[in-house]
């Protein structure tokens, strides 16, 4: 009986230090504190690497530090373990895309567009910033024109500088 209650405590104990990480972490986000929320969210993945909010979360905090190929993995752990937790394929699809890994970031983004919980029109949009960067003219205009079908209003202007450059470039091909 005591040694089920130790079991039990040990558990119990470590569920709450990865909670007490993981609030620590998120609250240091929400503040723009960024190296205390590293350190918090790095001792939360340790403690539970089946949280895929606590990869999401670290993953975001690198990415927020514009250091994508630290965010990478844990934002590809978190579309892994839970497809579903929101946006988590979408944050990797923008990290692959700011490592200008185009085709990986495709794959998130139709990952995450299969996901009930996406939000549609922004997942469009970076995946059209995506067909546009491999130079899939036909895909990009459909999807920026498909993510503003969807209020993404954001697309609007990545729309005409898209179209922009179509004309540049026809008008330096002479046609």
């Known amino acids: 009986m005591c040694r089920n209650g130790l079991v039990w405590l040990a558990a119990a104990l470590a569920c709450w230090g990865v909670n007490s990480a993981l609030e620590r972490g998120a609250q240091a986000f929400r ?27 670290l993953g975001l905090t690198y ?18 373990i839970d497809p579903l937790e929101e946006n988590a394929c979408y944050y990797l699809g923008r990290a692959y895309y700011s490592l200008n890994r185009y085709p990986d970031s495709e794959g998130a983004f139709t990952k995450a567009l299969s996901q009930p919980n996406a939000s549609r029109g922004r997942v469009l949009r970076g995946r059209a910033l995506t067909m546009d960067a491999m130079g899939q003219t036909a895909k990009a205009e459909q999807a920026y024109r498909s993510a503003i079908d969807a209020g993404e209003v954001a697309a609007l202007v990545d729309y005409g500088m898209f179209m922009q450059n179509l004309m540049v470039a026809a008008r330096g091909h002479g046609l």
């Open 31 to 57: 503040q723009g504190k960024l190296t205390a929320a590293e350190s918090a969210l790095r001792e939360a993945v340790a403690l539970q690497p089946g949280s895929a909010f606590a990869h999401k979360l």
């Open 63 to 80: 990415s927020a530090q514009e250091k994508y190929a630290q965010a990478e993995p844990h934002l590809r752990r978190a579309c892994e």
